[in-house]
């Protein structure tokens, strides 16, 4: 099956994990939001219990309404019984998540994203949980 073409982001598998890693090095219009919380849902569409690593390493600056769409794909994969690690955080991407409490340097209930420092990182965490099961 021929991968879809996406506008914002490029994927590969590595060990069983769907690695997604977005290319847009600014993420603030409303236009380039909505165009990427497409991709990432068309991404796992069809897919059982998706492994998915997000690599955000090309985004230097991101803005709230950037957040909505994370969240989205979030409870997307969630409902799919899937998991999601964000890496490869800029210094401005993760203060942005940090103090929206987005994502945390420790694992918490009460926050909506786990990240890894990177995608190999990412992708032996996700592939370890995956052979646990």
């Known amino acids: 099956m ?6 914002h982001l490029k994927s590969r598998v590595e060990q069983g994990v769907l690695v ?12 380039v939001t909505e165009d990427l ?3 990432l849902l068309s991404a796992v569409e069809g897919q059982a219990n998706p492994k998915v ?5 090309p985004v230097k600056l991101i803005s ?26 800029s210094t401005q991407v ?15 209930a009460n926050i909506p994203f786990a990240m890894a420092p990177d995608v190999a990182i990412a992708v032996a965490h996700l592939s370890a949980t995956a052979s646990e099961r």
């Not at 021929?2 to 506008?7: G, I, L, S």
């Not at 690593?53 to 390493?57: I, R």
């Open 2 to 7: 021929a991968q879809p073409p996406f506008k």
């Open 20 to 31: 997604l890693t977005v290319t847009a090095s600014e993420i603030h219009s409303e236009g």
């Open 37 to 39: 919380r497409l991709d």
């Open 53 to 57: 690593v997000l690599d955000l390493g």
């Open 64 to 89: 709230t309404t950037f957040l909505r769409a994370l969240l989205s794909f979030r409870r997307r994969l969630r409902e799919k019984g899937g998991q999601l690690l964000l890496c490869n955080l």
């Open 94 to 108: 993760a203060e942005v998540l940090f103090t929206t409490r987005m994502v945390s340097a420790t694992s918490s």
